[in-house]
């Protein structure tokens, strides 16, 4: 019963994380940013072991963002848009291969950030899906659609073996402890425009800036 709890509070806290991340003038609050993936992967821990690798990466990378907002610098680190331009400035971004910065913000970033597209892909999947559906086909083209492209082979290879111990629909459904699958299927109709716009705006920014392919 605790655990059930704790998930509702999770999802609730997901979806207004990501509706408070952006400003008015479309700038990202890292702060809440992290949280939206901190509740994730707490969503994540739950539905097995076998994702705990993949929980480890996501942690490990919240972890340096937030080490980064708490530090003497953090006053740069508020929103996306100051992060980038102040590890730009100042030369803190390894920006064609691995070397002093291995923990850039930017970088660290931006691995979450093409997570995001995945789970994008996922819950659009989730969304137009019949009882029928499976789940571990869903996660798996939207895993080879977005996030595979920038992973080595044996990563994919784990990762693709994980996705088959996914619960099925269902289970999926009642795991999200929401309701019904229509409420479900409310939530997420609220979350996903808001998570495409997190995503569209700072994808943008990562382009303007000619960063998208960080090392
Ligand atoms: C309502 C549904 C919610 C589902 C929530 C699921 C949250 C998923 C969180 C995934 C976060 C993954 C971050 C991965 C970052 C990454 O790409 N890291 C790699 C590159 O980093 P590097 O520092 O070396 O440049 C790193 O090599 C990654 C290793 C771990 C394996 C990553 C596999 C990612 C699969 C993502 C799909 C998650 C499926 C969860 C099932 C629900």
Redesign the pocket.
């Known amino acids: 019963a605790v655990a059930l709890e704790d998930l509702k509070f999770t999802?609730q806290e997901?979806l207004d994380t990501f509706k408070s991340c952006l400003s008015e003038h479309k700038e990202v609050f890292l702060e809440h940013y992290v949280a939206g993936?901190r509740g994730?992967?707490r969503?994540?821990n739950c539905?097995g072991s076998v994702?705990s690798?993949?929980?480890?990466?996501?942690v490990n990378?919240i972890q340096i963002l937030v080490n980064h907002l708490n530090g003497e610098n953090g006053a740069h680190y508020v929103t996306i848009q100051s992060m980038v331009k102040y590890e730009l400035d100042s030369q803190l971004v390894d920006l064609t291969k691995r070397g002093s910065f291995p923990e850039s913000g930017c970088?660290?970033l931006l691995?979450?950030h093409?997570?995001l597209r995945?789970?994008e892909l996922?819950?659009e999947r989730?969304q137009t899906s019949t009882e029928d559906s499976n789940t571990s086909v869903m996660?798996t083209e939207a895993?080879n659609e977005s996030?595979a492209q920038?992973?080595?082979w044996i990563?994919r290879k784990?990762?693709g073996t994980?996705?088959w111990a996914?619960p099925g629909r269902a289970t999926f459904f009642d795991v999200?402890n929401v309701g019904s699958p229509e409420q479900v299927m409310a939530v997420l109709g609220d979350t996903l425009p808001l998570i495409s716009e997190v995503y569209q705006v700072t994808e943008d920014l990562y382009a303007q800036n000619n960063i998208l392919e960080l090392p």
């Open positions: 999802l997901v993936w994730l992967v969503f994540m539905l994702f690798f993949i929980s480890k990466d996501a990378k970088r660290t691995r979450l093409r997570a995945w789970l996922f819950l989730l996660c895993y996030l920038h992973h080595t990563i784990a990762a994980a996705f996914l999200m």
